[in-house]
């Protein structure tokens, strides 16, 4: 045995050499694809250690998420219409559209105190608060008249038929000295308590004047119920009290008392 050893021991030792060899490769390619293999594995860290390619590639993914879903988020948008105004244009349109019915003509309306509108040719209300006069002295016309209720006596209580003249002329017409810028309200007042006349007035609010409620202490409705006081200058029956209406020089005033709402009126001029 030992010399057949001998005889062969170049070639036993080749075929060991040969063999370790083999070995080696086989276990080095196990290695290798072991290695190769890794990757696809989870990645763990150490209590202790800094884990900069975890945090890394995490903060990564997630600002690429975000990427991704602000991308998703522009292509399922409705698309913008860009025919459409912005606020800024929209506010102009509607600037220019007020400006433009602004300057439309209006229709005339009644005033804050329900005045009618005034025909052009006729003076315009002045309110009571906004008078002013002056010392000047200027002259004009006033009368007061209940003729109206000289045909229509059965409508008035017997105890008042003593207090309608039988002219109907409470206050013939006189003339009377005012200052300028005083109203008609302003003239009656005076006149009536120089003549000693009764005169019951009171104020409305609602449409900022003096309301005559009676003149020789005949009364609205005393007569009906269309009877009153009203009052025309220069031959007109203003359609404002007589508060409002400004005096001016050589104006003819007329207090009328009217059974029918003023149909049963005739004026001097």
Known sequence: MIPFIKKYKFFIITAAAIVAALVIAFAAGNSINEDAAAPDEAPTFSADATSATGPITRKNAQSSTAENTTDKAIDDTTPVDTTAPTTAEAS?????????????????TT????????????PQPVEPQEQTT?????RCT??????TILDNMDKLDEEYHE?????????????????EGESVFDLLVRVCKEKKIHLDHSFTPAYNSAYIKAIGNLYEFDCGDQSGWVYGVNGWAPNYGCSRYV???GDTVEF????QLGHDLKWSN
Do not use: M
Not at 102 to 108: D, S
Not at 169 to 178: C, D, G, H, S, T
């Open 111 to 122: 005033d804050k105190y329900k005045t009618d509108p005034v025909p052009t040719d006729k």
């Open 163 to 179: 207090l309608v003249p039988s002219d109907g002329w409470i206050l013939k017409p006189e003339q009377f000295e005012f200052s």
């Open 247 to 249: 005096l001016k020089n």
């Open 92 to 108: 102009t349109r509607q600037q220019t559209t007020a400006e433009n019915s602004a300057a439309e003509p209006v229709e005339p």
């Open 256 to 259: 009328r008392y009217t059974c």
């Open 134 to 138: 002056q010392d000047n002295t200027l």
């Open 142 to 147: 006033l009368s007061i008249s209940c003729a």
